[in-house]
């Protein structure tokens, strides 16, 4: 049960620790949150944290119903819990339309931004850790550990996360352009699946590619950013 911690900004692993299966996962999370913030560059701190909770049903309950806000597929009120503000965002989905209990997100914040800037940050999430989990799992072959040995399925996972954050590196230093949206399976396709031909001739093999593609590799080679 491997815990991630992303860094928004430059779509990073900062921090990675690998649980055993049967640990709550809501355990320790304050501790993993401040491991991270060990491991940022000197002088930097962690500003906003996204993460998922369970609904806090007492405060919500005591929500007045003029205090909902409706939209076309939901509405949203605030509650107070402890130090916090909770952001309730009250819908139903397709499948529960025929049911008369509601269902409910909560996000916790102590953000001073509005209600709808604080709830469009928190769904953003979606791109920075969702996706960057879903690269990690298919793009870098972690979605199965390789053994039954704790230990040795621990550091198959960190050289995984260390594969990804060199990647990422690679993205921001070397290709330029619009490089830096694509996935690690785009990046494999466009730049090493290539079609060339393999030309003898004095004794010497010589691969054949095209010329817009020997520039990008050259340029590769010489960046001062990746040396």
Known sequence: MPMIGHLAEAGV???DEFREGNIALASKNLEFIKDCETYLPKGHRIAHVRMDDEPTLKAIEVIPESDWKH???CAIAEATHKAF???VVKCKYQAELFDDQPKYHVIASNRVESTADTLIWYRSRGEVSENGIKELKIGFGMERMPCGQFEANAAFFRIGVIAHNLFVLFKHSAPGGNWQRHRVATVRWRLFHLPGKLVQHARTLTLKIAAEF???FRDIRINPNIS
């Open 13 to 15: 692993v900062v921090h």
């Open 71 to 73: 939209y076309a597929d």
């Open 85 to 87: 503000c909770l952001i």
């Open 214 to 216: 020997a520039k990008l």
